[in-house]
């Protein structure tokens, strides 16, 4: 990648980094194990931004690879902990919130967490208001089967939320 | 917050907040580091296989050096050789095939999940056919090795402790090959196999 390339791609990842920040917070409880992830997926995105083509929003491919990277770390039993102390922004995945709204995030993640791996990921993509033909595309579903399974997953949240509240 | 459509909205205004920049600096020291890290793992594995395929050849070729004049020792050594060197280059390739984690592109979840499977199991398949063959042979030129560096008359005068060590020997590395199949491969493949099916169930 040249100077002028990684310049743009540091840009471009700079208006959606909270992608990766909700992909590490629905995937990984342990906040260690949160900046590990957050800095693989920084990295895989920086490995594979040459390949880019912009066929799709740039928004939605960083959904596919910080997904993919989210799943091959819960894959991985055992991962390495030992990092480079960061910026302390980093590791600060749950900024300040007023007090009702952090109570209701935690309800809905908490709810969320009760989900599978890949129901996980078509909610989370739900919810950052993808279209449906964006969640088929990320996850590799059809639109169809996008419709039923966030049916499905709708009716399971709203239960688990009625539950909490 | 009873509804998912509330819980959206609730997510979006949380998603405001929680925009942070990553200056370049910061994002390029990620990436050296992460960059290591990924070397240090490959490196890991493959020179722990690599060492101890290069073991084997130095001590076959010094068995055949040494030994010149007896041609058992000479053909055995041979053997070892011969049979390690179209496994090493095979290891070499489809190590780095499976290694080789994106090849530069992402495509969706169920096509990655795919790919990571088939090339997983595919070394792995290549893996355990070689076990197969070569933790016998191997255990059979190491014991043979043994006994003619350093118990007098060597194996064919101490047959039945020859046999305790090639079975010793088949044994531990039976055990060693298990351990490492099922942490390195059997869990993932397992693992990567339940989240496919969870993906195309229903499609």
């Known amino acids: ?165 | 917050m009873k509804s998912l459509d509330e819980a959206k909205k609730c997510w979006s205004e949380s998603k405001e907040n929680k925009q942070v920049e990553l200056p370049g600096d910061e994002v390029k020291q990620i990436i050296r580091q992460r960059i290591r890290k990924e070397k240090k793992v490959l490196f890991e594995y493959f020179w722990a296989s690599y060492i101890w395929q290069f073991i084997i050849y130095v001590a076959m070729t010094n068995m055949i050096i040494r030994f010149w004049g007896d041609l058992r020792i000479v053909v055995v050594s041979l053997v070892g050789i011969l049979m390690y060197i179209p496994f090493t280059i095979v290891f070499i390739k489809k190590f780095t095939k499976m290694s080789g984690k994106t090849n530069g592109s992402f495509q969706s979840l169920r096509s990655n999940l795919k790919l990571q499977w088939n090339k997983m199991n595919e070394f792995f398949v290549f893996k355990r056919r070689f076990d197969w063959l070569g933790i016998p042979v191997s255990c059979f030129i190491l014991t043979v090795i043994i006994f003619k560096l350093w118990v007098p008359g060597g194996w064919e005068e101490h047959l039945t402790g020859a046999l305790i060590v090639y079975l010793f020997a088949i044994i531990a590395f039976l055990i060693a090959t298990v351990i490492e199949n099922r942490k390195r491969f059997k869990k993932p493949l397992y693992k990567l196999s339940l989240i496919i099916k969870e993906i195309e169930e229903e499609q």
């Open chain 1, 1 to 165: 990648m040249n100077s002028g390339q990684e310049a743009q791609f540091i840009r471009e990842l700079n208006q959606h980094t909270g992608i990766i920040h909700r992909v590490c917070r629905i995937y990984f409880t342990d906040p260690v194990d949160r900046q590990d992830v957050f800095q693989e997926i920084v990295y895989q995105l920086w490995k594979s931004y040459p390949s880019f083509k912009g066929e799709s929003k740039f928004s939605t491919w960083m959904y596919t690879v910080a997904l993919n990277t989210a799943f091959s770390q819960i894959r991985k039993e055992k991962r390495s902990i030992q990092q480079e102390p960061l910026h302390d922004h980093l590791s600060e995945i749950t900024p300040y919130q007023p007090s009702d709204m952090e109570e209701q995030m935690k309800h809905l993640y908490s709810a969320i967490d009760t989900l599978s791996m890949v129901d996980k990921a078509i909610v989370l993509l739900y919810l950052e208001d993808n279209s449906y033909e964006e969640i088929a595309a990320v996850t590799g579903l059809t639109k169809t089967n996008v419709s039923v399974r966030l049916v499905r997953i709708k009716r399971k949240l709203e239960e688990k939320l009625k539950e909490t509240n």
